[in-house]
């Protein structure tokens, strides 16, 4: 299992596993497929969203190990 990291780029967790994007969209990023959002970190963009990365990396990390 990949351990997804707030430094990684949106377009590297996509990589990892496409149904990552789900969880983005649910929690607001509905930027996702933008092509800048692909190099952006998930740190940034849920900077730029008023979202708690910790919440959306322990979500992601939680998925991955289902």
Same mark, same amino acid.
């Given at each position: 299992?990949?351990? #997804?990291?707030?430094?990684?780029?949106?377009? *590297?967790?996509?990589?990892?596993?496409?149904?990552?994007?789900?969880?983005? %969209?649910?929690?607001? %990023?509905?930027?996702?497929?933008?092509?800048?959002? *692909?190099?952006?970190?998930?740190?940034?963009?849920? %900077?730029?969203?008023? %979202?708690? #990365?910790?919440?959306? #990396? *322990? *979500?992601?990390?939680?998925?991955?190990?289902?």
């Amino acid at each position: 299992m990949a351990k #997804v990291t707030k430094n990684m780029l949106i377009g *590297q967790l996509l990589q990892i596993d496409p149904n990552i994007a789900a969880i983005l %969209m649910r929690a607001g %990023m509905h930027c996702i497929g933008c092509p800048s959002s *692909q190099m952006e970190s998930l740190e940034e963009a849920a %900077m730029v969203h008023g %979202m708690d #990365v910790d919440v959306l #990396v *322990q *979500q992601i990390n939680d998925f991955l190990g289902e």
